[in-house]
């Protein structure tokens, strides 16, 4: 069993930056595929960024590459999420998951094993 704390999520205004954390309980989490999700309102939830196992290998939305930066720390049992150049449309509740498939993380978001209760992210204009 995984559980998922994250935070870090606030009010900025465009063209800033926030950092999101997401913190994993556990002595299993360098196991486990870690993604960022969100959700806007009236909005499905979409893939944000991954990142696999050892921290090497990332993949990120279209619509954040170049801005937002994924990465972990194996020792910590955490996964950031760094946001630079935010926009109003990355308003949205912010979501961690963990699987220990690639695929499921990166390709059918809704089977991912574990999810966090997420934070939310506002951008102002």
């Known amino acids: 069993q995984v559980q998922l704390v994250e935070s870090g999520g606030g009010l900025v205004q465009a063209g800033g930056s926030l950092r999101l954390s997401c913190a994993a309980s556990g002595r299993t989490f360098s196991t486990y595929v870690m993604g960022w999700f969100r959700q806007a309102p009236g909005k499905e939830r979409e893939f944000v960024a991954a990142i696999n196992w050892s921290g090497t290998g990332t993949y990120y939305a279209d619509s954040v590459k170049g801005r937002f930066t994924i990465s972990r720390d194996n020792a910590e049992n955490t996964v950031y999420l760094q946001m630079n150049s935010l926009k109003p449309e990355d308003t949205a509740i912010y979501y961690c998951?963990?699987?220990?498939?690639?695929?499921?993380?990166?390709?059918?978001?809704?089977?991912?094993?574990?999810w966090g209760q997420g934070t939310q992210v506002t951008v102002s204009s």
């Open positions: 998951a963990a699987d220990r498939r690639w695929t499921n993380v990166v390709v059918t978001s809704s089977a991912c094993d574990y």
